[in-house]
Structure formats: structure tokens, C-alpha cells
């Protein structure tokens, strides 16, 4: 138990689907982050946010939209996808944004397909 | 560019002692992670190495040296539970997480 829920483990969508990810975390951890993990790639930072506020975006198409309406929910919502978004989104935390050796904790991820 | 690199899959016996290599090349360096994942799971906090040398852990250890960009994982007294794959990330100049791709490793009886 890692104290960072995500919902829903696993959505198959297609092309022209809205649909949104949804993540909280139990910690009262200040950051939180989404992450892209493609089969035998590196895990891809997409976007950062330290007390609801967005510190980061890694030129993450717009097709992807976060949203952090307090520090214990972030949001992912999608749109418009394409099949090569198909991977497993990664939600996380840490204590604050980036400084030291703070440890982020992981949610299990949401396995997305699209169609 | 900024490159972390960890063999791609890694095969021992139950019992025995394997050491994972993770390399690294980045701009500027605050630390060493080490996690481990379960197929389908969260990623998982192991170690985290910022001076040279070696912290050890129960049957886990890290090793880093800072001058070589060079970092190992010693995992001992293997347990089929340890078939996993195991994640190296760095924190750059920025503190922003370089990760690896992940070794994954399996385990025989």
C-alpha cells in the first residue's frame, strides 16, 4: 500500500473518446506528477505540479489536459487520442517538487488502450 | 543529451546474488534512485545514493561512485519474489528524474 489510488486500472477507448484519469493521493504530500511508461522505454515525465500549481510540462501534446484542483487529486484528461498513447500512466507523489533526495511514491498506474 | 543505461533483462537462480549496472551520463547530479516494479504494480522506493560508496539494505544494496557515473544494485539470497524489473533514475542539475529503461530481472529455482 503506497497511500496513491488510481482509477481506473484499465480503460480501452477509441480515437474520438473523452475520458479522464483520475488520482489521489493519502500522503499530504505538496508535488504530484504523471508519468508515461511505454513497454521497455523509460518512464516519461509529463507534467508536475506543486501545490496546484503546474511547474512542469515536458512538451506533452495538448491532446493531454492535467488538472490539480487540490494537492490531494490530479486529473488527466483525455481527448482525441492516438493508438501510440497506448501505455500505462503513472501517477506521483513526493513531499515537495524536485529538491534533495525526497522519495516519490507511485500509484498503479491506469493501463490505457487506444482503439 | 542526458542517458541512463541498465541491461535490458537479467536471469539468476534462487539463492544466489546478481548485481544490477546502471550507468549514467547527465547534466549535473543530486542523487540515485533505485526502485523496483512488479509486473502490473506501482513502482517502489529501494535506495537512494548521493555520496560514493555502499549503503546496504537487508539483502539489498546500491553502490554508487560519482566519478565513473556508475551505480549498482547487489541483490543477495535471491527470492522468487525478487522477479521484477528495477528501475535507475537520477536527479539532474534541475532535480528533475532521468529514469532508465528498467532491467528487467528473473528468477529460477
Known amino acids: 500500500e503506497t497511500g496513491v489510488t488510481q482509477t481506473p486500472r484499465h480503460l480501452v477507448m477509441g480515437m474520438t473518446n473523452k475520458k479522464s484519469l483520475k488520482c489521489e493521493q493519502h500522503l499530504g504530500h505538496n508535488a504530484m506528477y504523471w508519468y508515461k511508461q511505454s513497454a521497455k522505454k523509460p518512464l516519461e515525465l509529463m507534467f508536475v505540479?506543486?501545490?496546484?500549481?503546474?511547474?512542469e510540462n515536458n512538451s506533452v501534446p495538448s491532446r493531454f489536459s492535467p488538472e490539480c484542483p487540490n494537492s490531494s487529486h490530479l486529473f488527466l484528461h483525455l481527448h482525441t487520442l492516438q493508438p501510440e498513447d497506448s501505455a500505462l500512466y503513472l501517477c506521483a507523489s513526493s513531499q515537495d517538487p524536485g529538491t534533495g533526495g525526497e522519495t516519490q511514491y507511485f500509484g498503479p498506474g491506469t493501463r490505457l488502450l487506444v482503439l | 543529451g542526458q542517458n541512463i543505461d541498465q541491461p535490458t533483462e537479467m536471469t539468476a537462480t534462487e539463492g544466489a546474488i546478481v548485481q544490477i549496472n546502471c550507468t549514467y551520463q547527465t547534466s549535473g547530479f543530486n542523487g540515485l534512485f533505485w526502485y523496483q516494479q512488479h509486473a502490473g504494480e506501482a513502482p517502489t522506493f529501494l535506495s537512494y545514493n548521493v555520496l560514493d560508496g555502499l549503503e546496504e539494505k537487508g539483502r539489498f544494496s546500491s553502490f554508487l561512485s560519482r566519478s565513473k557515473g556508475y551505480s549498482y544494485l547487489l541483490l543477495k539470497e535471491l527470492q522468487m519474489k525478487d522477479s521484477a524489473s528495477y528501475l535507475c533514475?537520477?536527479?539532474?542539475?534541475?532535480?528533475?528524474?532521468?529514469w532508465g529503461a528498467g532491467t528487467k530481472l528473473i528468477i529460477k529455482p
Open positions: 505540479y506543486s501545490l496546484e500549481e503546474r511547474v
Open positions: 533514475a537520477v536527479k539532474d542539475s534541475n532535480y528533475q528524474l532521468i
